[in-house]
Nanobody, 125 residues
Framework: QVQLVESGGGLVQPGGSLRLSCAAS????????IGWFRQAPEKDREGVSC????????YYADSVKGRFTMSRDIAKNTVFLQMSSLKPEDTAVYYC??????????????????WGQGTQVTVSS
């Protein structure tokens, strides 16, 4: 059974940094495309970044390009989202998800097969 567990969210001041982790079990993280989505209150779920399988190419939404870095550690079966220069508009619940077949970019939430429970990121002074 595929499971994804996010961690690393929290409260951070504008300009600060956080690193989110997504630990996978039941499959290898280099088998599926892995994506990070976020959803703010009363907004649609937004694709933030993804790592495609098997080539490992990384894609970013324009809103986070240059500030967020996505990576994966195959040995630890974990993907990461390093977030820097955080802004209040980055406040959202962040989810990782696994895609077997579908659009790699742009990210389409309905294509993703497995989801984590989400972790809250709040950027506020």
């Amino acid at each position: 059974q595929v499971q994804l567990v996010e961690s690393g969210g929290g409260l951070v001041q504008p300009g600060g940094s956080l690193r989110l982790s997504c630990a996978a079990s039941g499959y290898s993280v280099d088998y599926y495309t892995i994506g990070w989505f976020r959803q703010a209150p009363e907004k649609d779920r937004e694709g933030v970044s993804c790592i495609s399988s098997p080539d490992g190419n990384v894609y970013y939404a324009d809103s986070v390009k240059g500030r967020f870095t996505m990576s994966r550690d195959i040995a630890k079966n974990t993907v990461f989202l390093q977030m820097s220069s955080l802004k209040p508009e980055d406040t959202a619940v962040y989810y990782c998800a696994a895609l077997a077949v579908g659009s790699v970019w742009p990210m389409v939430a309905s294509d993703y097969d497995y989801w984590g429970q989400g972790t809250q990121v709040t950027v506020s002074s």
